[in-house]
């Protein structure tokens, strides 16, 4: 319903985007019509590598949480 609405990120926005849901083990969840999926959100999303780190639950590790800087090893 309504007129189609595509991401205003980047190519490189989405990466880090995404690559940041992934370390932190977040659930990835896409609104939309998956059919229109433009190519590479498609590709980003189906990239074997990043769903192996997401499915991983002790792939990402805490190092240290200094000062408020959080530090991870992925």
Known sequence: VGNPR???FSYDEKKFLLTMWLIMNSPIMLGGDLT???DETLKLLTNSAAI???SDV???KIISNE???LK???
Do not use: V
């Open 6 to 8: 595509y991401s205003c």
């Open 36 to 38: 229109q999926i433009d």
């Open 52 to 54: 192996n780190i997401n």
């Open 58 to 60: 002790d792939y990402t």
């Open 67 to 69: 000062n408020e800087k």
């Open 72 to 74: 991870l090893y992925a």
